[in-house]
Structures are given as C-alpha cells and as structure tokens.
C-alpha cells in the first residue's frame, strides 16, 4: 500500500471510517451518471471539431 498518493489514502481512510453510504436506485444512479459522461464525451468531441 506505499504506493497510494495522498488522495488514494485519505479515500482508504474514509472507507475504513465507514464514512461512504449507498445510495437508492443504484442502477438508476448509475445510467444518469453514464448518461452525463456521455454527453460531457460528446461535447468534448464537438469543440475539438469546431477547433
């Protein structure tokens, strides 16, 4: 575990305080989340174009 930056402990830590908590609807949770990278993937690829 030496190979952990900073931030990679401090989220180990907060797992083992058991700080995190699941949500509801996880797999509805989860298609919004890809719905927004998708369309964050897009919009990236249309100002490369528009460069």
């Known amino acids: ?3 952990l930056n ?3 402990k401090e ?4 797992v083992k ?3 995190w908590q699941s949500v509801d ?3 509805q949770e989860i298609k ?3 719905t ?3 369309h964050q993937i897009n ?3 249309i100002e490369v174009t528009l460069s």
Not at 11 to 14: A, D, G, I, P
Request: cysteine-free.
């Open 36 to 38: 927004y990278a998708s």
């Open 11 to 14: 989220l180990l830590e907060s």
């Open 32 to 34: 919004r989340y890809q």
């Open 43 to 45: 919009q990236q690829k």
């Open 1 to 3: 575990m030496n190979s």
């Open 17 to 19: 305080k058991e700080e």
């Open 25 to 27: 609807n996880v797999s």
């Open 6 to 8: 900073h931030e990679e």
